[in-house]
């Protein structure tokens, strides 16, 4: 089963208070119909245990995916974070 997006994060597997690390999300539409500028608004939500030290450009536009592999059928955006001490 394919949803209307797929969203594939790549975060970090360990962190420690003081670090700084970049967590990137890629955004597949899979919307029939949704035509080749998509509107998507990307925010990124943490626990209080971390804190978004630079957020992305919030909106994106993300054209419909032809095929399975496709070319420009994505958008991409880096946050970064760092966790926050006790």
């Keep these: 089963m394919r949803g209307p997006f797929v969203i594939s994060p790549n975060v970090p ?3 420690a208070p003081g670090d ?6 890629t955004v597949a539409n899979n919307i029939d119909g949704s035509g080749a500028k ?3 608004n990307l925010n990124l939500q943490t626990t ?3 804190e978004v ?19 420009g059928c994505c ?12």
């Design 53 to 71: 030290t630079q957020k992305a450009a919030p909106i994106a536009t993300i054209p419909r995916a032809a095929t399975r592999v496709s070319t």
């Design 13 to 15: 597997t360990f962190v």
């Design 75 to 86: 958008a991409r955006r880096i946050f970064s974070a760092t966790p926050i001490s006790p």
């Design 20 to 25: 700084t690390f970049d967590v990137s999300v």
């Design 48 to 50: 209080d245990g971390l």
């Design 38 to 40: 998509a509107p998507v």
